[in-house]
Nanobody, 125 residues
Framework: QVQLVESGGGLVQPGGSLRLSCAASGFALDNYAIGWFRQAPGKEREGVSCTPSSDGTTYYADSVKGRFTISRDNAKNTVYLQMNSLKPEDTAVYYC??????????????????WGQGTQVTVSS
């Protein structure tokens, strides 16, 4: 049974940092593309970052480039999203998605077959 579980969200002040985790079970994620998405109230889900394979390639949305870093630890079957210099506009529920198919566009949520339940990130003073 494929399962993704996000954790690490919380309340943080502007300029602060959080590290989100996406732990996979039921499959070995080293052969899967993993994407992080977020959804703010009243907005559509948007792609934040993606690690399409274990070759080190990464993608980022322009809004988080230079502040967020995606990484994977295949031994722990976990993908991380390190978020630094957080801004109030980063407030959202963050989700990770997985697929073993070739990605057409990493920003499209329909490209991913499995999703976690999400973790809330709130950036506020």
């Amino acid at each position: 049974q494929v399962q993704l579980v996000e954790s690490g969200g919380g309340l943080v002040q502007p300029g602060g940092s959080l590290r989100l985790s996406c732990a996979a079970s039921g499959f070995a994620l080293d052969n899967y593309a993993i994407g992080w998405f977020r959804q703010a109230p009243g907005k559509e889900r948007e792609g934040v970052s993606c690690t399409p394979s274990s070759d080190g390639t990464t993608y980022y949305a322009d809004s988080v480039k230079g502040r967020f870093t995606i990484s994977r630890d295949n031994a722990k079957n976990t993908v991380y999203l390190q978020m630094n210099s957080l801004k109030p506009e980063d407030t959202a529920v963050y989700y990770c998605g997985a697929t073993d198919s070739d990605l057409g566009n990493w920003r499209w949520e329909n490209e991913y077959d499995w999703w976690g339940q999400g973790t809330q990130v709130t950036v506020s003073s």
